[in-house]
Each structure stands twice: as structure tokens, then as C-alpha cells.
């Protein structure tokens, strides 16, 4: 799960990193009264979506009074943001962030991952932020340090302090980063975090390391234990049909294929991707209806796939080993009473209650194209989007 930059900074600043004083707000009346608390010099307004780049974009504007704040705001709050994370059609600002503007000396990179390689967190630092550190990773990869965690001991202080120094950092500032990044790996393992992203970390007036922007993501298999961190969660940033699917316990994930896909078991639903990409189509979505699907889930899974206007055809592939294939007959028919079908659908169906199955199917009267194997399978869903 992803959070906004106003909310990392929150959740951050309780782990005693520092962070530019703001505060989020939803209309520019807001906006002005927030800049009026802050009383600070300088103001910057920064849009709050989930997506970077927003600098460039038009997203992150400086204001010299609460005024100019409103006026930023007005225009801001409700405008279609597009940067190169958006893609072409952008986000609509709902909300924007309100901060103390700072004088910037240096940006600076840090960064805490998840090396699924290495099995430990591993933090990036960089002298080279504010920029797109993809670039710089993919043109300059040394210009990015790295430092892995024994994840027995955790981030020790001399590995900070070692990358401090290979920043280039002054002895003030080597103290600062290291007890930041020290801070930050204790935020990333205590909030169960898979990323966490200071870009830029800046260099300010008289030698104060800040974190002027903040990413944070959440590994979701964590989030029951952090209640605060779940109740951030932004539905206008999610996929509707994901946070359905959540909401009735079904695995689905959307995705840019024209192919919908029912199937029942997470490996089941992974090698019949990997089938359809073989016979050259591509998914529009994972989903595994579960062992425990009832014909009410069936039908619900199916609705979530006809609703994607993206799906060209439906492959229902199931093996009914603790879901029976009558049940899966019976929603996959009780949703075509619910929902019009107007793609082609395939299916296949094996294991218990196959018979049972395929003799409902087939006394119904909805148009089905069998299919015995998986390969027959994917190869007619392949066939049927090719028209
Ligand atoms: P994004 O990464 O989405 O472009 P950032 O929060 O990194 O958004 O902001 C872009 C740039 O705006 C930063 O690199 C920094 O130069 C400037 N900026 C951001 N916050 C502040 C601030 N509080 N004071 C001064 N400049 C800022
Ligand atoms: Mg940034």
C-alpha cells in the first residue's frame, strides 16, 4: 500500500526525523489558514497524489504569502496533474500539502529497499538527489552507495556513517545522516515498510539535513498490525475492482490484457497467464476466486471481470479440488442471469463434480466454448479476442 507524501511525513517525523513543518489541505481556504499557522517566510504547495515527478509537472509551486498560497491552491486543487508517473491522461489533485519553504543547498538521495536477493534491507544513498535517481542508477550507478543490514543487528552506525563520508557530508552533517538513516532503518523495519524514499534529502540554511519529499510503501501482508498506517489508505488512488475484490476476499489484481481469467488456486492462475502470454495474447487480470468460493463469490468474481470494458474474453479455468465445479457452474450461470455477456466465454473445467458441472453449464442457455485441457483452453480465448 502506498501513502501520500503528507502522511510518510508524518509517520516519519514520530520516528524523530526531521521534516519541514506543513499540514494538508483539501480546499484553498484551507490552504490560506494553514499558511497563516505556519507563519513562516516562505511557502511551497505541493500536490498530494501517488506519483513522483510532480516538480516538473506543475505540482510543487512556492508562494511568498498565505494569499499567494490560496491563489496556487484554487488552481491546483482539482487540476488533472500529469508527470511521468501519471501516464498521458494524469491524476486529479484532491488535495494538496502546505509547508514551510526552505533554502536548499544541497539535495541529497537516501533511500531504504527490500534486496529480495540478499534476503536484508538495503539503503541507497546519494550525492546526486532531487534529480530522477533512475537516471542517475541506470547512467551512474556508482554514484549511488550502498549499504545492506545484517538483519540480526540492523543498520549499524559506522555503515551511515561510511556512506556519510562517501557523500562528501562535513562532520556536522556525517552525525545528522547518520542518525537519520539509524532512524529510518528502524522506521522501515517497525512499520513493516518495503520502500521508503527521501528525495531530496536537502542540505538547508545553517547546516540541518531535512527531508523535503517522502515515499513510503507498505508490505499489505503487515498492515493488520498497523491500524493507523491501513486507515491512510486513499480509494481515489486504488483500482475500484481492486478494493472490491479486497473487500470479499478474492485475489485480483488488474492488468493491461483483454483476457478476464477466473481460476481457483494462486499457481492455477499464474500458468494460465503464462499460457495466454504463450499463445501470444495477454491477461486483464490475476485472479484466484479460492478454495473456499461460494456461488455468490463466482458470481462477484465474474461481475469484476465484466466489468473491465478492457476484456475482449473470459477464460474460466477450474480445478475442482476443495471447490466443487458444480458451484463454480452455478455462479458462473446465476451471473450471467445478473450481467450480460458479451464476450466470448471459455471454459474448462476438471476434478470433482466435473460432470455435474458441464451438464448445468450445458443445460443453460448461455453460449460456452469448452474446453478439456489448458491448452485448449488458452488457445480458444487467444482465438476468440482475435475474432
Ligand atoms: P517530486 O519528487 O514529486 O517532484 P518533491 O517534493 O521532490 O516532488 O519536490 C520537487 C522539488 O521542489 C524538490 O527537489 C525541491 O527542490 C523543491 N521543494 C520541495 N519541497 C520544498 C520545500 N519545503 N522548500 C523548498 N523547496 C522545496
Ligand atoms: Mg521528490
Given amino acids: 500500500m502506498n501513502v501520500h507524501e503528507y502522511q510518510a511525513k508524518e509517520i516519519l517525523a514520530q520516528f524523530g526525523i526531521p521534516v519541514p513543518a506543513g499540514k494538508v489541505a483539501f480546499t484553498p481556504a484551507e490552504a490560506e489558514a494553514v499558511a497563516r499557522e505556519l507563519g513562516s517566510a516562505k511557502f511551497v504547495v505541493k500536490a498530494q497524489i501517488h506519483a513522483g515527478g510532480r516538480g516538473k509537472g506543475g505540482g510543487v509551486k512556492l508562494a511568498n504569502t498565505p494569499e ?13 496533474l500529469v508527470t511521468h508517473q501519471t501516464g498521458p491522461d494524469g491524476k486529479k489533485v484532491e488535495k494538496v500539502l502546505i509547508a ?7 539535495e541529497l538521495y537516501l533511500g531504504f529497499v527490500l534486496d ?30 550502498r549499504e545492506t543490514a545484517d538483519p540480526s543487528v540492523g543498520l549499524m552506525p559506522f555503515q551511515a556513517t561510511r556512506a556519510a563520508f562517501g557523500l562528501g557530508l562535513d562532520d556536522t552533517l556525517i552525525r545528522q545522516f547518520t542518525s537519520m538513516a539509524t532512524k529510518m532503518y528502524e522506521c522501515f ?30 508490505d499489505d501482508n503487515g498492515l493488520f498490525r498497523h491500524k493507523d498506517i491501513a486507515a491512510m489508505l486513499d480509494p481515489t488512488e486504488e483500482d475500484e475492482r481492486e478494493l472490491e475484490a479486497n473487500e470479499n ?55 469484476l471481470i465484466l466489468s473491465d470494458p478492457n476484456v475482449k474474453a473470459i477464460l474460466v479455468n477450474i480445478f475442482g479440488g476443495i471447490v466443487n465445479c458444480d458451484l463454480i457452474a452455478a455462479g458462473i450461470i446465476e451471473a450471467v442471469k445478473q450481467v450480460e455477456l458479451n464476450v466470448p466465454l471459455v471454459v474448462r473445467l476438471e476434478g470433482t463434480n ?25 488457445q480458444k480465448a487467444v482465438a476468440a479476442v482475435r475474432g
Fill in 68 to 80: 499567494e498560497v490560496r491563489a496556487i491552491a484554487e488552481k491546483m486543487i482539482g487540476m488533472q
Fill in 100 to 106: 514551510e519553504a526552505v533554502e536548499i543547498k544541497q
Fill in 116 to 145: 529480495r536477493a540478499k534476503s536484508a534491507v538495503t539503503m541507497m544513498a546519494s550525492a546526486e538527489g532531487g534529480v530522477e535517481i533512475e537516471t542517475v542508477a541506470e547512467e551512474r550507478p556508482e554514484a549511488i552507495l
Fill in 189 to 218: 523495519v517497525k512499520t513493516d515498510a518495503s520502500i521508503i524514499e527521501i528525495n531530496p534529502l536537502a542540505v538547508v540554511g545553517d547546516n540541518q539535513l531535512v527531508a523535503l519529499d517522502a515515499k513510503m510503501n507498505f
Fill in 249 to 303: 476476499l478474492l485475489s485480483y489484481v488488474s492488468l493491461d490484457g483483454n483476457i478476464g481469467c477466473m481460476v481457483n488456486g494462486a499457481g492455477l492462475a499464474m500458468s494460465t497467464m503464462d499460457i495466454i502470454k504463450y499463445y501470444g495474447a495477454f491477461p486483464a487480470n490475476f485472479l484466484d476466486v479460492g478454495g473456499r468460493a461460494t456461488a455468490e463469490r463466482v458470481t462477484l468474481a465474474f461481475k
Fill in 354 to 378: 466435473v460432470e455435474k458441472g458441464r451438464q448445468m453449464l450445458a443445460a443453460s442457455d448461455i453460449e460456452i466454448i469448452s474446453a478439456e485441457s489448458l491448452d485448449e483452453a488458452a
